[in-house]
């Protein structure tokens, strides 16, 4: 198993609230990776961060917002929840020639 | 732009047969390649991947992936699949010249299932 954790692995919310999801690695890989992943199947890069205080969208636009304030800490926050968030979100890190490591996901449902 | 195709979202195989799950890639420079397997409920487990060398790459569980690079192919096979290689499997390139953003872009996913 990777040193990579997130939590919590599953959060029902209500529409509306704000949420952070927390993703955490031990590592002490660089990059940093935000994924959406809808319920057909597909990844998609949301946010990607290079190191500390820097952090890029990613191809898929998102209303999520993200901060790297640490190396380890990778945090990603829904202001306002809505049902289209309603997805499982992946983090993943790397090193320079490494692969990536992913957590176990968070499934996030906003009713 | 880099991009991965898995024509199949489904393969069906019994135990004790061979497996494949096809992956072909496109990238503006030479690929690094990797194989990913998701459990229900679980992130992403790595599998294996190419770098350099031997276009034959041996991985985790008894896999193997090999490169082609005429084909712009990476199959995944396995020479006896186990009822526990039910997964969904995930393809996924990276462009070697990408040494800033290092993201992956992955395939959608190929559903393998393995019948007693």
């Known amino acids: 198993e990777a040193d990579i954790y997130q939590t919590p692995r599953y959060l029902v919310i209500g529409t509306g609230k704000k949420i952070t999801l927390e993703c955490s690695q031990t590592m002490g890989h660089d990059k940093m990776y935000w994924y959406q992943q809808d319920p057909g199947m597909e990844l998609h890069l949301i946010h990607y961060?290079?190191?500390?205080?820097?952090?890029e969208k990613g191809d898929l636009s998102s209303e999520s917002t993200v901060s790297r304030i640490r190396t380890e800490h990778f945090p990603l926050t829904l202001e306002s929840a809505r049902p289209s968030h309603t997805s499982q979100y992946l983090c993943a890190s790397s090193a320079a020639n490494t692969e990536a490591f992913f957590g176990q996901g968070t499934r996030l449902t906003v009713v | 732009a880099q991009s991965v195709a898995q024509p199949e979202d489904q393969v069906n195989v019994a135990e004790g047969n061979p497996l494949t799950v096809k992956c072909t890639y496109s990238?503006?420079?030479?690929?690094?390649l990797f194989w990913y397997v998701q459990y229900p409920n679980r992130g992403l487990q790595f599998l294996l991947k190419y770098i350099t060398g031997d276009n034959l790459v041996k991985g985790s569980y008894g896999f193997e992936a090999e490169f082609n690079k005429s084909q712009t192919s990476f199959h995944l096979k396995k020479p006896s699949a186990l009822v526990s290689d039910s997964a969904l499997y995930f393809c996924a390139v990276r462009d070697v010249r990408d040494t800033g953003r290092r993201a992956l872009t992955f395939g959608s996913g190929t559903r393998l299932q393995v019948q007693p």
């Open positions: 961060s290079y190191g500390v205080n820097s952090t």
């Open positions: 990238v503006s420079g030479n690929p690094y």
